[in-house]
């Protein structure tokens, strides 16, 4: 584990440190995935000094596959060097208990979730998003639960509102659990969580851990030539052919020429860009490849802009017409 090879942000007003770059395992593990690459990413993340793992009990294909593979693959001897995360609402089995914001499914779900994984406990548990069928108290107080019976050590929210998550945050501050960290989508392209979210985490304390930093690879050199076979528009599944726009493309061709100037690739300034803000405490990458991985940590290497560079990315974003 190369602790040098990144910064390391403390997490909101906790005593947590996360790595600059965190790797998430939404798209490129479970089923279907040479177990092989499998691991060779999780061994090039270590190598990286990459210690934050994030997960959910959903994702795969299949439903928790990924957990499943994780399990496999992790060595236990570094258990204590890293966080694992998972995350809980999603449907899971067929029935009325296998999905939701009750306390009946969060529980069971994270505990199918700890089988799968071969842990005694998670680091993190997020509700994945705000279930809103069910009462948020009933909902917090699980979440609460969790930490007092060792399940995890911290809890956090996913794709809630600034104004459900301030209420989150009370609710667990009474019961003595804090709200360590909001999991929000951020990019270039998805700026929404400047409005509000960002000031009521840090008027919380809480920290932030964005996913789609890369706005589902539209945020690289990717798409510039046309919509490769194997992309992730050419699948359909996450990123359909009709958000590659000539206004996207027109965006990043314009990031592209800012990014050379400051020898990174598209996807370095995108994700040095996420991570300009203070706020900010990781973004969550994905991989496919261990050199895919190596290269989007290599954006920690040049994380400073001036004044002008960020006025220019606003500026071609204007241009383009995309969101700014």
């Known amino acids: 584990m190369d602790y040098e090879r990144q910064p390391y942000r403390r997490c909101g007003r906790s005593g947590l440190l996360l790595p600059a770059v965190s790797l998430g395992l939404w798209h490129n593990f479970g089923e279907g995935k040479p177990l092989e690459s499998q691991r060779a990413i999780l061994h090039k993340a270590f190598d990286l000094g990459i210690t934050h793992f994030d997960i959910a009990?959903?994702?795969?294909?299949?439903?928790?596959?990924?957990?499943?593979?994780?399990?496999?693959?992790?060595?236990?001897?570094?258990?204590?060097?890293?966080?694992?995360?998972?995350?809980?609402?999603?449907?899971?089995?067929?029935?009325?208990?296998?999905?939701?914001?009750?306390?009946?499914?969060?529980?069971?779900?994270?505990?199918?979730?700890?089988?799968r994984l071969g842990l005694d406990y998670v680091d993190i548990f997020y509700l994945h998003r705000d279930g809103e069928e069910t009462p948020l108290e009933e909902q917090v107080a699980t979440l609460d639960h969790m930490v007092r019976t060792g399940r995890a050590l911290y809890v956090g929210v996913s794709n809630f509102s600034p104004e459900r998550t301030a209420q989150a945050a009370r609710l667990l501050r009474s019961l003595g659990t804090p709200l360590l960290v909001h999991q929000p989508p951020y990019s270039m392209l998805n700026r929404q969580i400047e409005d509000a979210l960002l000031g009521v985490l840090e008027e919380e304390g809480i920290g932030c851990v964005v996913y789609s930093p890369l706005a589902q690879g539209l945020l690289t050199d990717r798409y510039l030539n046309g919509i490769p076979a194997d992309s992730r528009a050419a699948e359909?599944?996450?990123?359909?052919?009709?958000?590659?726009?000539?206004?996207?493309?027109?965006?990043?061709?314009?990031?592209?020429?800012?990014?050379?100037?400051?020898?990174?690739?598209?996807?370095?300034?995108?994700?040095?860009?996420?991570?300009?803000?203070?706020?900010?405490?990781?973004?969550?990458?994905?991989?496919?490849s261990p050199e895919q991985l190596e290269a989007n940590v290599a954006a920690v290497d040049r994380l400073d802009f001036t004044d002008d560079e960020l006025a220019a990315i606003d500026r071609a974003a204007k241009e383009a017409g995309v969101q700014a």
């Open 57 to 115: 009990d959903r994702y795969g294909p299949p439903v928790g596959a990924a957990e499943s593979a994780f399990g496999r693959l992790f060595p236990k001897s570094l258990r204590d060097e890293v966080v694992v995360t998972t995350k809980g609402y999603n449907p899971m089995w067929d029935g009325p208990y296998g999905y939701g914001g009750s306390r009946k499914h969060l529980l069971a779900t994270l505990d199918r979730s700890l089988a």
């Open 236 to 288: 359909g599944r996450f990123l359909t052919p009709d958000r590659v726009t000539p206004e996207v493309l027109a965006f990043v061709r314009a990031l592209s020429e800012l990014a050379s100037s400051r020898g990174q690739t598209v996807a370095q300034l995108a994700l040095a860009w996420a991570l300009r803000d203070p706020r900010i405490t990781s973004v969550l990458v994905g991989a496919s």
